[in-house]
């Protein structure tokens, strides 16, 4: 969407102010834990775009809250597996041999939005260290939420970001999106046992002992195609989730762990 069309869609310009209105009103307040998934174009044209976005989300948490936001680099995988889109398979190894190792203060982004992209170079953020599906996070639990995010196989299950959350009690606010882009479900896949839950071979680019190195590993085969039924059904069962719009956007906000909990027996029951 064009600027010119949002500004077209758009009755009057967002703020600070009426954006924290917004926040409060689905439930956010001082001292919580979010993780932040968000479509910026969705809530409208925002004075001050996605500073004012973060300043209004910091501001509702307070001192003693905690903002988290995904900060995953999807370009920082094996190119013989890209899909959106592929590339040729002559340039396979010149992108494996070239591109720069993941640092953390560095890498961009890839398809997380404008908010998670300038929220990674705030001061005071920090950020996890997996090479593909890395975290940042400002506030209280920061540093417990973004340390020792090594282990490649495990992404999005126990002992990263998203399952620390978990055990913090931790909320989730789906900002203008739904819950195809809930990574938390993703901790439901690692739990769940079901039939095709299997690993495929992946590829990044990492530093090793200080030196740029090509690492292979297995990480599970991720699945994301019937995160938005599992989010319906879970909405239509529990009174958790509160919807309202921040903005323009539908937005979504609820606490992780009975999300995840419904997900992992939803996936054993569903999932063949």
Do not use: C
């Amino acid at each position: 969407m064009s600027e010119e069309q949002l500004i077209a869609r758009t009755p009057s310009p967002i703020t600070k102010q009426s954006l924290i209105h917004d926040f409060q009103a689905l439930g956010l307040s001082p001292g919580q834990t979010v993780l932040v998934h968000s479509s910026m174009s969705k809530i409208g044209w925002i004075t001050g775009g996605a500073h004012t976005v973060i300043l209004a989300l910091l501001d509702v948490l307070g001192d003693k809250g905690t903002l988290m936001m995904p900060t995953h680099t999807a370009q920082n995988t094996d190119p013989a597996n890209w899909r959106h889109p592929p590339v040729p398979e002559s340039w396979w190894q010149i992108i494996r041999d070239n591109r720069p190792a993941y640092d953390p203060h560095m890498t961009q982004t890839r398809e997380m939005g404008a908010i998670p992209e300038l929220f990674r170079t705030m001061p005071g953020v920090k950020r996890s260290d997996h090479p593909v599906g890395s975290f940042a996070a400002i506030g209280a639990n920061a540093d417990y939420l973004t340390a020792d995010h090594h282990s490649l196989e495990q992404m999005f299950g126990e002992g990263t970001p998203i399952g620390k959350l978990y055990e913090l009690d931790g909320y989730v606010l789906l900002l203008g999106v739904g819950h195809g882009n809930n990574t938390s479900l993703h901790l439901a896949e690692y739990r769940a046992n079901f039939p095709a839950k299997k690993t495929i071979p992946e590829g990044t680019v990492m530093l090793v002992d200080s030196q740029r190195q090509w690492v292979e590993f297995k990480m599970h085969d991720l699945d994301d195609e019937d995160f938005p039924q599992i989010g319906a059904e879970y909405e239509a069962q529990s009174s958790d989730v509160r919807v309202g719009k921040v903005g323009l956007a539908e937005s979504r906000f609820f606490r992780q762990r009975p999300t995840v909990d419904f997900a992992e027996q939803w996936m054993n029951t569903n999932r063949t």
